[in-house]
């Protein structure tokens, strides 16, 4: 099946900094999408892609949907402490396949922000 | 505004014993998944349904069985639950190839 390896797994910054982490896959993803997980919930949505070659800003966070369909990156502009979580990338087949449908995340990025 | 609940929030089971773990969602979502979530292993894929009265397998579907009775509910089963289903699982929901909404999880302790 596919994989989605995600880089780097963990990042320690100071604040202000800009982060970048991305993903990328054996297989051909028609959607990517960006969440964060605080610890003790459930990840939330931050951005979602669902065309090649798009870039897609929310706030501070910029993300892009790869051209070849295999990849994607998140930046986050001058990171603040709230920004610490853990960041995952997923990425969605489209119609046809057997995996129809299937929601597939990347490892996670373990992000921290030193004051 | 309820989104996607997931119940119970905790659960404390002993090796052998069944549980099921119940997902809902409001927002009239075709798709609906489950995962868990593991230190170090990010979110793998148990099964996923795209529609009422359909279910496949993800990625590490062993130990585990669904139901999508009703296009509003998701259930997942444990028949003998083992120590290496401890775990906090996860439901989700989305319209086709849509974002998916996450519930707040369920931590299952199987001692």
């Known amino acids: 099946g596919q994989q989605l390896n995600q880089s780097p797994q963990s990042m320690f910054i100071q604040e202000g900094e800009d982060v970048s982490m991305n993903c990328t896959s054996s297989s051909i993803f028609n959607t990517w999408l960006w969440y964060k997980q605080d610890p003790g919930e459930g990840p939330v949505l931050l951005i979602a892609l669902y065309k090649a070659g798009e870039l897609t800003s929310n706030g501070r966070l910029t993300a892009q949907f790869g051209i070849t369909r295999k990849d994607s990156f998140l930046n986050i502009s001058a990171s603040i402490p709230s920004d610490v979580g853990i960041y995952f990338c997923a990425g969605q087949l489209g119609a046809g396949g057997t995996s129809y449908g299937k929601l597939t995340f990347g490892q996670g990025t373990i992000l921290t922000v030193h004051p | 505004n309820a989104g996607v609940t997931q119940t119970p929030k905790f659960r404390v089971l002993k090796t052998g014993q069944s549980m099921t773990l119940l997902c809902a969602q409001d927002m009239n979502h075709e798709y609906m998944y489950w995962y868990r979530q593991d230190p170090g292993m990010g979110l793998r894929l148990i099964h996923y349904?795209?529609?009422?009265?359909?279910?496949a397998k993800g990625e590490v579907p062993d130990g585990y069985n669904v139901s999508r009775l009703k296009k509003q509910n998701f259930l997942l089963g444990l028949e003998s639950a083992a120590p290496s289903q401890t775990s906090v699982y996860f439901c989700?929901?989305?319209?086709?190839?849509?974002?998916?909404?996450f519930g707040q999880g369920t931590r299952l302790t199987v001692v």
């Open positions: 349904s795209v529609g009422e009265g359909t279910t």
């Open positions: 989700a929901s989305s319209f086709r190839n849509t974002e998916a909404f």
